[in-house]
DNA sequence: TCAATAACTGAACGTCCGTTCACATCAAGG
DNA sequence: CCTTGATGTGAACGGACGTTCAGTTATTGA
């Protein structure tokens, strides 16, 4: 019997919830099925739902661990002061912690219309924080003359378009080391910006 | 009687190619049934199969026609003259041509994994064909010495990610006309080039 | 020792899926 | 006028789907 007042056993939630991620990465949402990933668990298809009360939960509670994740894991990121150390730091930050989690990525990025209305503006709440916290930077650089941008939301939408667009052909020991592509990707986005 | 000597109608094919790209692209390829295309064509499902021979190939014969398009009308674009000139060119097209085909890009980006392997293929190597386009732009400009770029391969995919990105936020008759939001892109992307 | 309970099985439920096919309809060609 | 062939219907196929649930197992606290 667990010992926590929590139910449900703590080795068995997580594998679940890694089997779906992983699958649902691979091949959507849609396309795989409760047995799919009972099979991966090492389960039969009704234990799954021990742990969610269906399928749509738990991809809404995947989605909703990332994103929230995400906007930790910026908080507690070292930033540096000014406009431009601080957009530095949300280019490094942004590239480093999507590599880091491919899988999630994916799935925040493709799975948004799988989501039921209700939670689909949940997940986008929590998206729109995140973009916000790049506007800002932009916004800042713009006000003290650091940067030059017509239009803080495109630029914002431009910026986190391109260093999303890592995810899709990096490679872990491929050609060029993520320090690299941090590097690069910066000095693109320092001189899309007009600093 | 079809006076043509091609089978099947005419009129119905094309419904059934655009009620089948609306659904994949606001559902997803494994979401959407025969039955929901047909319904929206008016006929019955079975019917469906005068179009097509399966569902697989009809999401196919859109990517693989999407593509086809894409590579024509860049090489039907005016290009000006040197590599400036023709980056522009570009930066212009993909956004213009996007914007008026959502659905179509949508499925071409996200439903790639939905191909079968052989198809998925065939799919690729156009999508190659048109980012090396763009690559050997940048190629010929970082010859000139006109841009100053680190790495081709990586600004190529860094500019088309940034490009495409046009399509999740811009809206028709929004607070910025497509104009504007060309003009401002292609800056961004001279700056980012180095140029 | 034994009742309690968490963890899980295996079968079943109603429904829907992609696809097939025997048959109906009907405009046009000879 | 009557055959032909394109165009479609509607029912059916076997299988897979998400989800439920009565029952089995194993482990624990008292």
């Given at each position: 019997m667990a010992r926590k007042t929590g139910?449900?056993?703590?080795?068995?939630?997580?594998?679940?919830?890694?089997?779906?991620?992983?699958?649902?990465?691979?091949?959507?949402?849609?396309?795989?099925?409760?047995?799919?990933i009972a099979a991966e668990v090492g389960v039969q298809a009704g234990a799954l739902y021990l742990y969610t009360p269906d399928k749509q939960t738990l991809l809404f509670e995947l989605m909703r661990t990332h994103m929230q994740e995400v906007l930790a894991a910026w908080e507690r990121e070292p930033k540096g002061e000014g406009p431009l150390k601080r957009l530095e730091a949300f280019c490094r930050f942004h590239i480093r912690f999507h590599l880091e989690r491919p899988d999630d990525?994916?799935?925040?990025?493709?799975?948004?219309?799988?989501?039921?209305?209700?939670?689909?503006?949940?997940?986008?709440?929590?998206?729109?924080?995140?973009?916000?916290?790049l506007e800002a930077i932009l916004a800042a650089g713009q006000a003290d003359g650091i940067f030059r941008i017509p239009d803080t939301r495109l630029a914002t939408m431009a910026i986190i378009a391109m260093l999303t667009g890592v995810n899709?052909?990096?490679?872990?020991?491929?050609?060029?080391?993520?320090?690299?592509?941090?590097?690069?990707?910066?000095?693109?986005?320092r001189r899309a910006v007009g600093a």
């Open positions: 139910s449900h056993s703590e080795i068995t939630g997580p594998l679940v919830r890694k089997a779906a991620q992983r699958l649902f990465a691979r091949k959507g949402f849609a396309a795989v099925t409760m047995r799919e990525v994916f799935i925040a990025y493709m799975e948004l219309r799988s989501l039921t209305p209700e939670n689909f503006a949940v997940i986008e709440k929590l998206r729109h924080e995140y973009e916000d916290h899709t052909w990096f490679r872990e020991g491929g050609r060029l080391s993520r320090e690299r592509v941090e590097r690069i990707y910066w000095n693109m986005v």
